[in-house]
């Protein structure tokens, strides 16, 4: 009976663990993709990145509102998918794009906070 347990516990955790990953809701590029909640992430996805340079790149990130009597913003962060670097967080307003510099390695954003009714887009260059 003893043997059993930490084998059942093993099994337990091989069965749950994929679930325990957290991956992106969205791929990079992405285009007007409506916000409902935050921490709303966005990944590189790795067939769009064998068509770009790997040398030194820029993420961009736009934001919009339909409502023409209201200017959006978003609060983002911006992190490579290895864990190493954390970029932001930034703030970015309607009509005024962000764009950092990133390295040849795959990246992601997430977004911390916004207003109401914010539109996102973010690509890579």
């Known amino acids: 009976m003893k043997n059993q347990i930490p084998i059942l516990a093993i099994v ?3 069965i749950l ?3 325990s990953i957290v991956q ?3 791929a990079i590029p992405s285009f007007d993709i409506e916000l409902t909640v935050a921490n ?3 990944e590189e996805d790795e067939s769009f990145m064998q068509t770009q340079s790997m040398e030194e790149r820029q993420i961009i990130i736009a ?8 200017t959006t913003w978003a ?13 932001g967080p930034y703030t970015v307003y309607e009509g005024a794009n962000l764009r950092v510099t990133i390295d040849q390695r795959e990246w992601g954003v997430e977004v911390l906070d916004f207003l109401t009714g914010c539109i ?3 690509w890579i260059e």
């Open 12 to 14: 337990i955790m091989a």
């Open 17 to 19: 663990w994929p679930f």
């Open 24 to 26: 992106a809701q969205y």
């Open 40 to 42: 709303t992430s966005f």
């Open 63 to 70: 934001v919009e509102d339909p409502n023409p009597n209201q």
């Open 75 to 87: 609060v983002v962060k911006i992190y490579s998918l290895d864990e190493q670097d954390e970029l």
């Open 120 to 122: 996102i887009s973010t």
